[in-house]
């Protein structure tokens, strides 16, 4: 598979990530088959949260790749931690700290290579968090950091007490949710499109270094379902199915190569366990999508340029 630079980190992953929220939905068999599967297509980057499963995402995960030392050196292991069920969210060294340490017990490993804060918390204090980074740094048991959800003066304001460089932020991105980009199109411009949400933080990610990695890349609204195949798409799945035809490959690759083409080289995170999909996914990085067909893809999704 094609790899991407991860921010500043220095490391080179995978064009794709492969996302583990939902593999506490398989048995036993499948989940080692679905993850044999993507380690076969190179898709050797893994996702994951404390949250997930309460934890059973990561213990699963680490009984179907069977993790040893050989194992380990193979793939590339992203954790999140910072929302606690029934509380909220918290960033506090003592939650950063005990979270990555049960990551570690359940994922069977001495490290992670990459932790994400995730969801902001509104009582963080980034001092707390500089300390826990670097303990966490110099123990050797996180050897990179970044955020999920921030917009650009949030990842200041943390930037400013961290010695390690935020290398990536985990945000919602799909054909149909795009703003990030539309917002870009439309500025100066008087109608929603033009409304910034998020303190332009695509570019503000483009500027600094920091990879992207979009999250949900083939749902529409917050989690309310997929616009592949989907009624409400009808002139959007029209023109994935033409251009799928054209390239030779699925709607999924497709989709999925609409974001590749972005030129911010972005890590979209998958979250399917049909192990077909991932391979589709995979096949993305394979494809370029040309100017026209992106722009025609995105008007199709009912978006507009000014």
Partial sequence: MRTIP????????????VGCMRIN????????????????????????????GRGTCEEIFAEAVHMGDAVR?????????????????????????????????????????????????ALVEPEEVAEAFDLLHSSGKVRHFGVSNQNPMQMQLLQK??????????LQLSIT??????????????????????????????????????????????FEGVFLGS??????????????EKHGVPGTTIAMAWLLRHPAKMQPVTGTMNVQRLKDCAKATEVRLSREEWYEIY????????
Wanted: include cysteine; aromatic fraction near 8%.
């Fill in 25 to 52: 939905g398989l048995d036993k068999s499948e989940a080692e088959h679905f993850v044999q599967s993507a380690l076969e297509e190179g898709a050797v980057f893994f996702d994951h949260a404390d949250i997930y």
């Fill in 177 to 222: 949710n795009a703003n990030m980009i539309s917002q870009g199109l439309h500025v100066n411009m008087l109608d929603d499109a033009a409304v910034n949400r998020d303190g332009s933080v695509l570019d503000f990610c483009r500027l600094n270094d920091i990879s992207i990695q979009p999250w949900s890349p083939f749902q529409y609204g917050f």
């Fill in 299 to 306: 008007l199709a999704a009912g978006n507009v340029l000014p």
């Fill in 73 to 121: 050196e193979k793939i590339i292991l992203q954790s999140k931690c910072g929302i606690r069920p029934g509380v909220a969210f918290d960033f506090s060294k003592e939650h950063i700290l005990s979270s990555v340490e049960g990551s570690l017990r359940r994922l069977k490993t001495d490290y992670l290579d990459v932790l994400l804060l995730h969801r902001p918390d």
């Fill in 6 to 17: 991860l921010g500043k980190s220095g490391m080179q992953v995978p064009a794709i990530a």
């Fill in 161 to 170: 007490h961290l010695r390690q460089p935020i290398v990536a932020n985990q």
């Fill in 231 to 244: 009624d409400k798409f009808p002139e959007l799945n029209a023109k994935i199915d033409e251009l799928a």
